[in-house]
């Protein structure tokens, strides 16, 4: 999520879910159409040549971009959306694409969050430059990506319904597009569509989300196989399954977030001196499962000496004062952290990518949803990647919208999102779902499919514990996690904006995806 911005920033803090306020549907989006048959741009093809630099030196992909609307429709042939795609062909001798070359779908979440930031930022072939840790501006550079999932697989990045140029057809139910299931059944059709449309029934599926994205994930996989599309392959980045672990008071919250604290802690220097973050890292995580777990589980049955002692050992890891640790019995939400770990440098850290800070607002500016989307993470690079890619469609491909480009729409589709789901093997719905249950299910099913899970040690808003914890209580047989690998990086959400880490993955996705 952003990815990935400040739409996903509010959505992972829980708000929604607690109940924030709404607004009607019938006013929920601005990418409506007043037709309920529309006539969406002519779609724009260009062939355009990535040339590798770095470990990819060398390299050379003639491929072609066609940006395009996908008719999604239901099972009477109504019209409820359509998808805006971008697709990456990689084009052979004859310049025509491999029908037998993977296909991977990727997309952002939110939910309410375009798939910018996954393409311009991440694994497309064209991407922004970074600067690490620092605030891109003008000039904005846009370089062939080196790292570009176009190596191993074709692409399509695909908008959800409500957010960029994808629209909802007029009469459509937005309480069905607008939740988990519903979600998953639009993009299921989707790409059910793309494979109809180009002819690529018998090309391996991937899958590829992040964020909210990874619960979309997880239910598609699923329910792709239950409509007769074998899926090889699922990429979970910056994943998350429960979500019981974004409300602050759960245990399962103050677990996840313990270790990435201590992170943010190693990296501004306020604890862990001398050690390696990746050796801190982890012992935060064992601290965290067999200390910080237990006395969590006791409450006020822990008793006031072994609190203040449990304390002192959680300070020395989160670098905030032991009596502070007390005083709150040992919870500390992630906003108390962002304004506390630099407070007396008057900088707040943020919140997808912890190493990211700025300068503090006003203390008579305390709303929790709205500090929760005020992310120096997300300042630093949303912008660059939406212009690169307006600039690029426009000028090389000639393709406008039809409407404002909705980058992030959380206001009229997070708010208003459907969080019920019905968890495979369980009568009725649940309304904080967890989908690792559907991802158990499709691993089960399906003896063939991989999956790759990938995170980062800085992100708070999908922290890692909670993910190898959702999947530990899968209780998959030995033959299932032969086929789920992990990576752990040293990286915030949106993991490629860090260039290590983004040259590192793209090694552990040639690795995946050359995986029988």
């Not at 006013?27 to 409506?32: C, E, G, L, Y």
């Not at 630099?53 to 971009?65: F, N, R």
């Not at 995580?285 to 589980?297: G, T």
């Not at 300070?315 to 770990?341: C, E, Y």
């Amino acid at each position: 999520m952003p990815e990935e911005n400040k739409a996903v920033a509010v959505q992972t803090q829980g708000s929604a879910a607690a109940g924030a306020t709404t607004v009607k549907l019938s006013d929920a989006f601005m990418n409506v159409s007043a037709d309920p048959n529309p006539r969406m741009p002519e779609a724009r093809t260009a062939h355009l040549t990535w040339r590798g630099s770095g470990l990819s030196a060398g390299e050379t992909i003639d491929y072609s971009c066609r940006a395009a609307h996908l008719d999604v429709r239901d099972d009477t042939g109504a019209l409820t959306s359509q998808m805006f795609s971008l697709t990456y062909l990689a084009l052979g001798g004859e310049g025509k694409p491999d029908a037998t070359r993977p296909v991977t779908f990727a997309y952002n979440g939110g939910p309410g969050c375009a798939s910018v930031p996954i393409n311009f930022g991440g694994v497309g072939p064209r991407r922004v430059k970074t600067d690490g840790v620092g605030h891109l501006g003008h000039p904005i550079q846009v370089e062939d990506n080196p790292s570009t999932l176009l190596l191993q697989s074709d692409l399509v990045f695909l908008d959800a319904p409500g957010t960029g140029w994808s629209t909802v057809a007029e009469g459509a139910d937005t309480t069905k597009l607008f939740g988990v299931d519903g979600d998953a059944d639009a993009f299921c059709r989707a790409i059910c569509q793309w494979l109809e449309e180009n002819g690529r029934w018998a090309s391996p599926v991937y899958l590829f989300g992040e964020s909210y994205g990874t619960v979309r994930n997880a239910v598609l996989c699923r329910l792709l196989g239950e409509r007769g599309v074998l899926v090889a392959g699922v990429t979970m980045l910056s994943a998350i399954f429960d979500w019981v672990q974004v409300i602050e008071g759960e245990d399962l919250y103050h677990l996840g977030m313990m270790p990435t604290m201590a992170a943010a802690a190693h990296y501004f220097g306020k604890a862990g001196r001398g050690e390696t973050v990746e050796d801190w890292f982890q012992k935060a995580m064992e601290w965290d499962e067999d200390v910080y777990a237990p006395a969590l589980l006791r409450g006020d049955r822990l008793g006031r000496e072994r609190e203040q002692e449990v304390a002192e050992e959680l300070s020395d890891f989160i670098g905030l004062p032991a009596r502070k640790l007390a005083h709150q019995h040992l919870r500390v939400t992630l906003d108390d952290f962002r304004r506390s770990i630099l407070w007396d440098e008057g900088r707040v850290c943020g919140r997808l990518d912890m190493r990211f800070s700025s300068d503090a607002p006003l203390a008579t500016q305390g709303d929790a949803e709205w500090f929760a989307g005020e992310d120096a993470a997300d300042d630093a690079v949303e912008a660059s990647w939406t212009c690169a890619f307006r600039d690029f469609l426009a000028n090389e491909l000639s393709y406008h919208g039809p409407a404002t480009y909705l980058s992030s729409n959380y206001e009229r589709v997070g708010v208003n999102w459907k969080w019920e789901h019905g968890e495979p093997g369980k009568i009725g719905k649940r309304a904080s779902p967890n989908v690792a249950y559907d991802l158990a299910v499709a691993l089960r099913r399906n003896p063939r499919m991989k999956l790759c899970i990938m995170g980062g040690r800085y992100d708070a808003a999908t922290t890692y514990w909670n993910v190898l914890h959702d999947m530990s209580c899968q209780f998959l047989s030995d033959e299932a996690k032969s086929r789920v690998e992990w990576h752990l990086y040293n990286c915030g959400h949106m993991a490629y904006v860090d260039v290590p880490t983004l040259e590192q993955m793209a090694q552990d996705l040639e690795g995946f995806y050359s995986k029988e």
